[in-house]
Nanobody, 115 residues
Framework: QVQLVESGGGLVQPGGSLRLSCVAS????????LGWYRQTPGKQRELVAR???????IYADSVKGRFTISRSNAKNTVYLQMDTLKPEDSDTYYC?????????WGQGTQVTVSS
């Protein structure tokens, strides 16, 4: 049984930081491409950042220079370090693991950036 469990969301002031974590189980973690997505109700889920098996990373233009994705294969965990947060970063954030045509999602963690 595959599970992805996100944590680390919360309320933060503009300019602040949060670190999201996603722990995976039931998959061969090191073989999966991992990603963080975000979604506002009524809108399409959008890619925030992705890290590949070889540790190459890509980012949405809106978060470049502010967010950092990383992975620990030893801990089956993918992280999203979010710095210099803006109100428009407020969303539900989801982690994703995909490989060989399979795609798995976590349940989401809420991030709210507000003063």
């Amino acid at each position: 049984q595959v599970q992805l469990v996100e944590s680390g969301g919360g309320l933060v002031q503009p300019g602040g930081s949060l670190r999201l974590s996603c722990v995976a189980s039931g998959i061969s973690f090191s073989s999966y491409t991992l990603g963080w997505y975000r979604q506002t109700p009524g809108k399409q889920r959008e890619l925030v950042a992705r890290i590949f098996v070889g540790f190459t990373t890509i980012y949405a233009d809106s978060v470049k220079g502010r967010f950092t994705i990383s992975r620990s294969n030893a801990k089956n965990t993918v992280y999203l370090q979010m710095d210099t947060l803006k109100p428009e970063d407020s969303d539900t954030y989801y982690c994703n693991a995909r490989a060989w045509g399979w795609s798995y999602w976590g349940q989401g963690t809420q991030v709210t950036v507000s003063s």
